[in-house]
């Protein structure tokens, strides 16, 4: 891993053009007067967000209508810091007869109470989730931080608050649901069986919650396996809420566990997100079963920079695009397609910007880059780089001592890259960005199109005729443009072809909790 | 972009410059306010803190321009900014002291031997209206009486008219008026209005020969918001590419709290780079600025807040 880090295959390091490198002049330091600056960089001291906010329990039991009770199975994982390697607490590892149980308070609760509620007092319930988020946000922004691996000024100013923006959102949807386009009174589904991943854990349980919980439904949800943490917290605010028994129920465990839940005869709506291998699984057994189904997946996404772009803020674009979050997002946009007149100068600054990225303890405040999530994700981008450069693509990375204990991956740049590669091709899951030139407008577009997913894309030009005429063309879900991974509750979010299928979020997102 | 930078020197045409300043990348405002409120947000505590608070009262221009202005005044002003905080040997001395041109003597005879340089607003400051003849006259008699640095505005009727080889013609004038003192040209961006202007006024001023480019005259607001001031280090960022020539920045107008200063230096740092962070290639045009940043240095070294009366006024 260290033999990536600071690697330069192509020889060309920042050039003028651009911010130089603050470990550039740290040599230099000594040699200047006393202890002022005078040209030199600006250190900036620790600044590391206290963890005391956060009181971990040794164990974490399934929430289960309304109360923690004990796993049947008896059995518990243990989810660890991705940063240090070190345990942060065990988990049930949930088995049949506890997704059985959750299945019947969930059901229990839509029958007897969720499902004959007034909107106006769900959206009660709704508002008061938003609002326990809003005041706990420091709290859940460590512990996400903690569980995830993912750097504390995401969680603070993104994951915590989109989360709340989303109960907020759908708080208001709740006495509006006549309005929604589904009839003039749309019923509730059911019981609804929803499992998320572990890049956005607090944020995709929302995408999840709340909008199933305003349409009338109740929810058995599953954390991913190694990011349980912030659900568990959930379910304490759920309780700090008051909301009745069962209409939230959290599992916890591993594959397996989900597997019995999307399966389960008692659950009248599945919701995933996840990888593209998983979500095809769960077509197959769900195929037949008159199950409701909606599956958000994996994404290449492409970022297309014309060369009349304004370049900086292009730069800033595709930085946002790949590293945010380490790259573990599905609609990254892992794919620059920049146009060939101005990709030398493009990435001379985007290499100069990405030397000032900051990796290191995910609590810094000023960490840009934080860990991996886990030992086997981090095995899969090593795998998929080596393989880049196996095929014939320069790796570049610049200088960023990689701490030794927890998974760590320095931020990646592929140039030479071709349609035929696989980094060009695969979901890296990782802050691996793979840069391919066009020539023309139809060129980008082909390039951009030619993937079998289809989540998410940028278009990054001065000229609106231009953006439109490519926005209409891309076959993906999403089109940013003049930006990149824009999140907004009233927005649906959702794929083409193996990206998956449903929309979340919006007035289109309520449609899958709506019969 | 950069290889058209000494045509434009060479040939200052009307059309000329309009296809260079105008075949720059644009500028993004929503992602400029982004990168620099993305900026803002980076948290520099204790050691660096420390670095950063002395250094930015080093490029503090402490500046009274009021129609009341009197020799007293700038005086006073002058022992301020030789020594700032009285009670702290330890404090460096503001960069200069940044007055109207008929005080610059005032300000020499009272800085003499400090090191503390004398700016001198000049050219029918702050609205630049004023025949060019009266611009270089108001410029000489300042230099002749020993300012080291100009602060010129450029003529903002001229450049929003399209007019930009009478703005490049001015800049060139002054400049050549200033004979050794460094010229710094005000662009007063409130009144340019987009970043596209900004963009384009900062080559405008930096091909014309200016060795700082400065936000605004602080009579008009906004002034040094943080998306301008960012776009300003990437200009003086990539005509260094262009050209080899390192031009400096001044924000001047609405930077009030220490806070707001070390923010400015994340963005030169992170923007334009570490080469920046140096009193001769940034500063500060400030005046209550500095006593925020006298506060926070003695909060850093005892560890409590002082109240304001502990710091002198001027």
Not at chain 1, 137 to 154: F, M, Y
Not at chain 1, 384 to 407: D, I, Q, V, Y
Not at chain 2, 258 to 267: H, P, Q
Request: a neutral charge; aromatic letters at 6%; proline letters at 6%.
């Amino acid at each position: 891993m260290s033999g990536t880090s600071g690697t330069d295959t192509d020889g060309g390091r920042a050039g003028d053009g651009a911010a130089e490198p603050a470990q550039d002049q740290n040599r230099a330091r000594a040699e200047r007067k006393g202890s002022r600056l005078d040209g030199q960089p600006l250190e900036y001291a620790p600044a590391p967000e206290s963890r005391s906010v956060v009181r971990l329990r040794e164990a974490y039991d399934p929430f289960i209508d309304g109360e923690f009770v004990p796993a049947e199975t008896g059995e518990h994982l243990t989810t660890a810091n991705p940063a240090d390697e070190e345990p942060l607490a065990q988990v049930a590892l949930c088995g049949e007869a506890d997704v059985d149980r959750a299945v019947a308070a969930a059901r229990r609760a839509f029958d007897a109470v969720w499902r004959e509620l007034p909107g106006a007092e769900r959206g009660k319930y709704l508002f008061r989730i938003a609002r326990i988020l809003q005041e706990r946000s420091r709290e859940i922004a460590v512990l996400e931080t903690l569980d995830n691996g993912k750097p504390i000024k995401e969680t603070r100013d993104f994951d915590v608050p989109t989360a709340a923006a989303h109960f907020f959102y759908h708080a208001g949807w709740a006495d509006k649901l006549a309005f929604a386009g589904m009839g003039p009174d749309p019923r509730p589904v059911g019981v609804c069986a929803q499992v998320v991943p572990w890049n956005f854990p607090l944020l995709m349980l929302a995408w999840k919650i709340a909008p199933a919980l305003a349409a009338g439904n109740t929810v058995v949800l599953k954390p991913a396996e190694t990011t349980p943490l912030s659900a568990l917290l959930f379910a304490e605010v759920c309780q700090e809420a008051g909301l009745p028994p069962g209409v939230v129920n959290i599992v916890t465990g591993d594959g397996g566990t989900g597997r019995t839940l999307v399966e389960h005869p008692g659950a009248d709506k599945v919701a995933f997100t996840g990888s593209t291998e998983v979500g095809r699984g769960i077509a197959r057994a769900l195929a037949g079963s008159g199950k409701r189904l909606t599956l958000e997946l994996g994404g290449k996404g492409a970022n297309i920079v014309y060369d009349d772009a304004a370049l900086d803020q292009a730069v800033e674009g595709v930085v946002n695009g790949v590293f945010f979050n380490q790259g573990h997002v599905c609609c990254a946009g892992s794919r620059l397609l920049v146009q060939e007149s101005v990709a030398e100068e493009f990435l001379e600054r985007l290499r100069a910007r990405m030397a000032l990225l900051r990796l290191g303890d995910p609590l810094d405040k000023n960490t840009d880059i934080g860990a991996v999530n886990s030992a086997a994700q981090l095995e899969r981008i090593r795998d998929l780089a080596e393989t880049g450069r196996a095929e014939g693509a320069h790796a570049w990375s610049p200088p960023c001592p990689l701490p030794e204990r927890g998974h760590w991956f320095p931020p990646t740049v592929f140039t030479g890259v071709t349609q035929a590669h696989r980094v060009a091709r695969e979901e890296v899951f990782g802050p691996v960005l793979s840069v391919l030139t066009f020539r023309t407008p139809e060129e980008a577009v082909a390039k951009a199109n030619n993937t079998p997913y289809g989540l998410s894309a940028g278009v990054w030009t001065e000229k609106g005729s231009r953006m439109l005429w490519t926005a209409e063309r891309l076959r993906a879900g999403v089109v940013w443009s003049n930006t990149f991974n824009k999140f907004d509750p009233a927005s649906p979010f959702g794929g083409y072809k193996e990206s998956g299928y449903g929309r979340e979020g919006g007035r289109h997102g309520l449609e899958a909790y709506l019969a | 972009m950069p290889q058209t930078a000494s045509a434009a020197e060479q040939a200052p045409t009307n059309r000329a410059l309009r296809e260079f300043l105008h075949g720059l990348p644009g500028v993004d405002e929503v992602g400029a306010r982004e990168r620099a409120a993305g900026l803002a947000t980076r948290s520099v505590k204790t050691t660096a803190k420390a670095a950063a608070l002395d250094l930015a009262v080093r490029m503090v221009d402490l500046t009274t321009l009021e129609g009341a202005d009197t020799p007293g005044k700038v005086r006073a002003l002058a022992a301020k900014a030789r020594r700032p905080d009285p009670d702290d040997p330890s404090a460096p001395s503001a960069a200069a002291v940044c007055v109207y041109s008929d005080l610059v003597g005032v300000a020499v005879e009272a800085l003499r031997g400090s090191g503390v340089g004398v700016a001198s607003v000049a050219t029918a400051f702050p609205s630049g209206r004023a025949p060019l003849e009266a611009k270089l006259a108001d410029t000489r008699r300042a230099v002749a009486d020993g300012a080291t640095e100009i602060d010129m505005v450029i003529d903002r009727g001229a450049f929003l008219s399209g007019d930009y080889r009478k703005v490049h013609e001015e800049i060139t004038a002054v400049k050549q008026a200033c004979g050794g003192a460094h010229l710094k040209v005000i662009l007063e961006t409130g009144e340019l209005a987009t970043l596209d202007n900004v963009r384009r006024a900062s080559w405008l001023a930096m091909g014309a020969g200016a060795d700082f480019i400065k936000t605004s005259t602080g009579k008009v607001a906004p002034a040094a918001t943080p998306p301008v001031v960012l776009v300003m280090l990437e200009a003086v960022r990539g005509h260094r590419a262009a050209t080899g020539r390192t031009v400096g920045v001044k924000p001047a107008g609405g930077i009030r709290t220490a806070k707001d200063a070390v923010r400015n230096l994340v963005m030169v740092q992170e923007v334009a780079g570490p080469r920046w962070l140096d009193p001769a290639l940034f500063r500060i045009g400030a005046s209550s600025l500095l006593n925020d940043l006298l506060m926070q240095r003695s909060k850093l070294r005892t560890g409590a807040y002082a109240g304001p009366d502990y710091f002198t006024i001027d």
